[in-house]
């Protein structure tokens, strides 16, 4: 990779900046000064430095980020903030897009990265990675619907849901419940308990394939995933 890409894609300025950058003398390749922008650079085993700082090279972000209500699951919106709006520069500096999406009112786990056959391959509908909710429901959710949820009920639209695993944590007029499904259609949780006649009215996204959303994330905030973390939600075993 040439110099000046990978001064670029890490945040030190546009072309013009970096060719200052380099020009002034402050950028070292293995303690070398480089001062051309056309300097090939192998980026797994040299050491770049920009007046003494090392710059670490990293290609994709993969961020987890407890989305609050009212934040629209988009790279950028006229009239709405987005979940993009929450990033730091130093990450938002690599163009990175959620993973799927959760609805504007809707809380909890969102994957962000820059990384596109990452979330192809979450978000591809042969993959068939779970996703988990837990929502309150305006009525009582029974064990009949347990078990209509686990066949599939039909949408509004007509179509039938792949399989849910329902369960319910509290029963009552208004009822918490865990929800576990491996589509995302539009609205679909919201969508699959209106087929049963009742009403979601808070719904929030803990877990996707293996991973958990850190519960020592508070809402508007992110972190970074670690390497096995990444791994995990990729997993199928």
Known sequence: MRIDKLLANMGYGTRKDVKKLLKSGGVHVNGETIKEGKKHINTD?????????EVEYKP????ML????????????????TV?????????????????????DTEGFLLITNDGQFSHALMSPKKHVPKTYIATVKGMVTDVDVQRFKEGVTLDDGYVTKPGELKV????????????????????VKRMFEAVEKKVLTLKRTKIGKLTLDPEL??????ELRQEEIDLILSRD
């Open 45 to 53: 085993s040299d050491l770049v430095t920009v007046y003494g700082e």
């Open 60 to 63: 994709y972000i993969y961020l």
């Open 66 to 81: 407890n989305k609050p209500q009212g934040v629209i699951s988009a790279t950028e919106d006229l009239e709405h903030e």
């Open 84 to 104: 993009i709006d929450l990033l730091l520069y130093e990450h938002a500096m690599y163009e990175p897009f959620p993973v799927g999406r959760l609805d504007k």
């Open 169 to 188: 944590i509290e029963q009552g007029p208004v009822s918490e419940i865990e929800l576990t499904i491996t589509e995302g259609k539009y609205h679909q």
């Open 218 to 223: 508070e809402l508007g905030t992110y972190r």
